[in-house]
């Protein structure tokens, strides 16, 4: 069969890096999961961080459709949110049209709704989130699409789902949502992704205060800098893997597991 992964961050895995720094992430884990699954998968992932819709549909679309894959999963609209002017009914038209061109080549599509956090920095943009993530049900029902509900996955909302950036999944976030993935797509597996967390100590106030000034500095001044400035986290970024290519079985990831 055929895979591509179209979108930004979320879909290229930042938060889940491979030993040599490139990102894994929940597509690469459900790819290889299918390849150990099915014997061979083609696989394309086109998705870039920092991408906004228009540039998603834009740059990676065409190839997507291209290829007229079995499977395309898409995940866009979330960088376009967390900006001034973010238009959840507009977003919504655009993605229904690139989903009408993907399933008129063929494809069948993976949709996804984005995880249910409102605290933090996100407290004040959860409503917009919500509207989107309800056209993009419609919109999986109308073409008959897959659909992955990040929203009712509560134990994405635990902090260890999540990078020191609490923007992007961390490695267990990113294997998590893989095997959610691959549940929506019948593939069987050996773990769950709802399996507990395991019981922590409490964090201090003073312990918590100190996480999250780091993050300020950290991640949330430079963010805040590349949007003052026009920049993207993506600008010098090109896809990883721009093509279809094979992925076969593999006798290691059948011993310790690809999700």
Known sequence: MSYAAVG????????DPYPDGVFRGWAD???????????????????????????????????????????????????????????PERMARVLDHAVGRLRAVGSQVVLFTGV??????????????????????????????LLVDQWSMRVLTDPRAWDADRLHMSPEGHRRLALRVCEVLGVPTERRWDEP????????????????????????????????????SGDDVTAKR??????????????????
């Open 29 to 87: 884990r459900v790819a290889e999961h299918l390849a150990d699954h099915v014997g061979e998968v083609r696989y394309a992932n086109l998705a870039v961080r920092g991408k906004l819709m228009r540039q998603i549909v834009t740059d990676q679309l065409p190839a997507a459709l291209d290829m007229a894959p079995d499977l395309v999963s898409l995940c866009a609209g979330g960088n376009d949110l967390l900006r001034p002017g973010g238009d």
């Open 242 to 259: 721009p093509e279809l290519t094979p992925l076969t079985r593999s006798a290691e990831r059948a011993e310790h597991g690809s999700v």
């Open 116 to 145: 249910n956090i409102a605290t933090g920095y996100m407290r004040g943009a959860i409503g917009l989130f919500a509207r989107y993530y309800m056209n993009v049900r419609a919109i999986a029902d109308a073409h008959g699409c």
């Open 197 to 232: 967390w395991p019981e922590r100590e409490p964090i201090s106030w003073t312990e918590a205060r100190r996480d999250d000034l780091t993050w300020v500095r950290t991640s949330l001044a430079p963010w805040i800098g590349r949007r003052l400035t026009g920049r993207s």
């Open 8 to 15: 930004d961050s979320f879909t290229e895995g930042v938060g």
